[in-house]
């Protein structure tokens, strides 16, 4: 299957600093990416959709401001969170799709907020 | 609104068979998948079904019944590498939605 990478895997931050995530799609040109969140025990709840080249879409109840995503190239997205908290802290995970249904996703970054 | 049901918890004995369901309301629908995570990772792709029957990938399949918003995971011939964490997606109009997921445990 399609390989799928993000970085880091793990960050630590203090409080009020901002943490970027990147998702890059190793062998093939993702033409959509997902940003997803799963705190511990719980399902995946999807945050934003982004199509390259175009603004991303937010679930309801997501901040826009706080969660900065650029889907610039075919094969890279960035998840931007901004002044985190530590309620912020959780697992982000991207996927990426190309031509077919099936999303492929990235390992996940565990973040932790201090 | 949109909802997908899945049971919390299933076990099952190595060897054994095991079947997860997956009932769903959407507004729209395009397929539904399953996925498999492993406590500390990131979910894996098992299958996809778009119509309706029965979709076979060696030791798991998974059928849908489009007329009555349902679907099953079929795990043969457990190990118990396969305890893990399986969830029900579903695409439907607007986005994909995920199921809370089941937790699978094998026992020896």
């Known amino acids: 299957g399609a390989v799928v990478s993000q970085h880091p895997s793990r960050v630590i931050c203090k409080s009020g600093t901002s943490v970027k995530i990147e998702c890059r799609s190793l062998d093939f040109q993702a033409t959509t990416m997902f940003w997803y969140r799963q705190f511990p025990k719980q399902s995946l709840m999807l945050m934003a959709t982004s199509n390259e080249g175009s603004k991303a879409t937010y679930e309801q109840g997501v901040e826009k401001d706080k969660f900065l995503i650029n889907h610039a190239s075919l094969t890279l997205s960035t998840l931007t969170v901004t002044s985190a908290h530590p309620e912020d802290s959780s697992f982000y995970i991207c996927?990426?799709?190309?031509?077919?249904?099936?999303?492929?996703f990235g390992p996940g970054t565990r973040l932790t907020v201090l | 609104g949109q909802s997908l049901e899945q049971p919390s918890e299933v076990t099952a004995v190595e060897g054994a068979i095991v079947q997860i369901n997956c009932t769903y309301q959407?507004?729209?629908?395009?397929?539904l998948s399953w996925y498999q995570q492993h406590d500390g990772g990131a979910p894996t792709f098992l299958s996809y079904?778009?119509?309706?029957g029965l979709e076979e990938t060696g030791r798991f399949s998974s059928f849908l019944s489009r007329s009555d918003s349902y679907g099953y995971l079929l795990l043969q011939e457990l190990q118990m590498k396969d305890s893990a964490s399986y969830f029900c997606?579903?695409?439907?109009?607007?986005?994909?939605?995920f199921g809370k997921g089941t937790r699978l445990h094998i026992l020896p």
């Open positions: 997606a579903v695409r439907g109009d607007d986005k994909i939605i």
């Open positions: 079904n778009a119509l309706d």
């Open positions: 959407t507004s729209g629908f395009y397929g």
């Open positions: 996927s990426a799709s190309g031509q077919g249904n099936e999303q492929f």
